[in-house]
Every structure is written in structure tokens, then in C-alpha cells.
């Protein structure tokens, strides 16, 4: 059985920084891809960032580059987020998901994504 088990979220005031991390255990994706996205209340799932495993190639939504970084440590089955001068639009749920394919031109798409975790509150005050 595949988990993905989110940790790291909070509150912070805009303009901090904050680690996402996700575990995956039931197998591996370093062949596939991980990701995250967000919803905030109301809204629809927003690809924020993604890694494809084979060709190790990240992709980010406009509005965090620059400020959002992905990695994925292949060996101990993980991927992070790196959120640095957060806003208060980044506030959401913000959920870690997986594939087994290596995704190009869907990397954005969260229907690709097979295994999702529970998702972690941001919080960002102005």
C-alpha cells in the first residue's frame, strides 16, 4: 500500500519561510514523478511544483518561482518544498502527490497523480 505522509506546515507572518516535507513509502517514484499542489477554500487544486524522476527536470507554477524550490531525495523516499517571502495568496492545503510515469506534458495535471497525501496547513499572515 502506498502513503504519502505530508509533515511541516503552520502559521507564519508573510515574508517567512517554511519546509513542506513528504514521505512515500509502498514503493518508489524515482522513475516516475513528485510533486505538490494547493487548494485554498473555494478554489480548485493548483499545481505548485513538480520533478520528473527521469529526465530530473522541476517545473513550478509562475507565481512561486523564484521563491518555491522542490527536491526529491531519491534514497530516503522523499520530496520537499522550500517556501521562502511567503504571501498571504500562498495560504492552502497544501498536498503531496505521486506518479508512476516520468510526466511532461501533464506534470501540471492533478488527475495524472496517482497517490496523494493528506495535505498540510499554510497559514500566512499579513
Known amino acids: 500500500q502506498v502513503q504519502l505522509v505530508e509533515s511541516g506546515g503552520g502559521l507564519v507572518q508573510a515574508g517567512a519561510s517554511l519546509r513542506l516535507s513528504c514521505a512515500a513509502s509502498?514503493?518508489?517514484?524515482?522513475?516516475?514523478?513528485m510533486g505538490w499542489f494547493r487548494q485554498a477554500p473555494g478554489k480548485e487544486r493548483d499545481f505548485v511544483a513538480a520533478?520528473?524522476?527521469?529526465?530530473?527536470?522541476?517545473y513550478y507554477t509562475d507565481s512561486v518561482k523564484g521563491r518555491f524550490t522542490i527536491a526529491v531525495d531519491n534514497a530516503k523516499n522523499m520530496v520537499s518544498l522550500q517556501m521562502n517571502a511567503l504571501k498571504p495568496e500562498d495560504a492552502a492545503v497544501y498536498y503531496c502527490?505521486?506518479?508512476?510515469?516520468?510526466?511532461?506534458?501533464?506534470?501540471?495535471?492533478?488527475?495524472?497523480?496517482?497517490?496523494w497525501g493528506q495535505g498540510t496547513q499554510v497559514t500566512v499572515s499579513s
Open positions: 502527490a505521486a506518479s508512476g510515469t516520468a510526466l511532461v506534458w501533464g506534470i501540471r495535471d492533478p488527475s495524472l497523480y496517482e497517490f
Open positions: 509502498g514503493r518508489t517514484f524515482n522513475s516516475g514523478t
Open positions: 520533478n520528473n524522476g527521469i529526465a530530473d527536470v522541476d
